[in-house]
């Protein structure tokens, strides 16, 4: 992810999220219908009750924790929406107790550093606070002082050690404020101009050199305390264009197994990270028309490592933005977006504004109902988002 210009794009966002009807569907859509917000809480508790398991462990480990969630509280989980200020994240949070909250650079940064962020939480479960700290032009908090030269400057500066390091300490700033997942570091493989959309924020054009000071970064990060994120699987660095502003396609499968999914194939296996699904569409995977960030056949390949000689994965997954990205805004709104991300496989939809969280969830419910959204997927990714989030196993 990588939101240009954010200051007043929310509103941007909004409205044009509100504009858009009619939405075709798509590869795994779930096309919720149009059902009451009373209605899907009713569906809510007849599904939850159905689904839920009696668990005798521990209090405040995994399974102890996702057996008290009703089915409604174990999709909000699988939300992180950006939020404008701190009675914003307070307000979402007490209302229908989403995941993870996303700082971005239109947040009023007060909500680190007074401390609110570090006390956000749904009952005994913690609330993820990300952002976008990837350093040179993606720096959201440099305002508070938080900065680093870009992924392709520390790559000709700096040794491996070096990178680690510098991530260690960026990392542990981000936790004094509250902060506990970092959208980074950039794993595309570019020999793109400095300011084009992945350019100098990708470590090098070399896949090897990118999977080495991706390693140091992450681990640096890790290290804080921090979750690190991988993006933007499969690879956006010979992309044909922005998916801020449009479609993009990359090379075929065939080209990137041996170029743009060599650092991924090399570093999932760390343990400790998270990875990030882009708005790719990618030839001889996703389908002519289908991103990867909807595609149940690219978050598939990701999970189990078939399709790309990889490691099954076990982290976290995450959408890309699903509300101020053209890629995906052009076709459908985040009632459907979030939904069809889900049901694709990943287990956290991302998107910019507050606003349609309830809408959201609604349509989840309804997912669920009709079998679009699989119950055995929703408990899969609250246990990994539970122990994201540091509980511990049972």
């Known amino acids: 992810m990588y939101t240009r210009t954010m200051l007043g794009l929310v509103t941007v966002v909004t409205a044009s999220a509100l504009a858009v009807g009619g939405c075709s569907s798509s590869e795994g859509s779930p096309s919720p219908g149009s059902t009451s917000s009373s209605a899907a809480a009713s569906t809510a508790s007849s599904v939850s009750s159905a689904s839920s398991s009696s668990v005798s462990a521990a209090a405040g480990c995994v399974s102890a924790e996702a057996a008290k969630l009703t089915l409604r509280r174990k999709l909000a989980q699988m939300l992180m929406v950006g939020v404008k200020d701190t009675a914003d994240a307070k307000a979402v949070v007490a209302k229908e107790h989403i995941g993870g909250i996303f700082v971005g650079s239109w947040t009023d940064k007060s909500i680190l550093t007074s401390g609110a962020a570090k006390v956000l939480s749904s009952g005994t479960v913690p609330v993820m606070v990300s952002v976008d700290q990837e350093g040179g032009r993606v720096s959201r908090l440099k305002a508070i002082g938080i900065d680093s030269p870009s992924a392709r400057e520390l790559a000709a500066t700096k040794s491996p050690a070096q990178v680690r390091q510098l991530a260690l300490g960026i990392g542990k700033r981000l936790r004094a404020l509250g902060v506990t997942v970092d959208f980074a570091p950039v794993l595309d493989v570019s020999d793109q101009g400095a300011d084009t959309v992945i350019g100098d924020r990708s470590f090098s054009a070399d896949p090897v050199t990118v999977a080495k000071y991706g390693r140091a970064f992450a681990a640096g990060l890790r290290d ?111 009632e459907q977006a979030a939904p069809m991300a889900l049901a694709a496989g990943s287990d956290i939809a991302l998107w910019l504004t507050t606003d349609k969280v309830s809408a959201v969830l609604d349509a989840l419910v309804r997912a669920v109902a009709a079998k679009k959204l699989s119950m055995t997927h929703v408990d899969a990714a609250v246990a990994r988002i539970l122990r994201a989030k540091k509980l511990k196993r049972c």
Do not use: C, Q, W
């Open 224 to 334: 804080a305390g921090i979750l690190p994120v991988f993006k933007h699987f499969p690879g956006h660095g010979h992309g044909s264009g922005d998916s801020h502003t449009g479609t993009v396609r990359t090379p075929p499968l065939s080209e990137l197994v041996t170029n743009d999914l060599v650092p991924f194939r090399t570093l999932l296996p760390m343990p400790g990270v998270a990875a990030m699904v882009g708005h790719l569409i990618v030839p001889g995977l996703t389908g002519p028309e289908t991103p990867a960030s909807i595609s149940p056949k690219a978050i598939g390949m990701l999970r189990t490592g078939r399709g790309y000689n990889g490691p099954a994965f076990h982290g976290v997954i995450f959408s890309d933005d699903l509300s101020g990205m053209a890629a995906i805004t052009e076709k459908f709104p985040i």
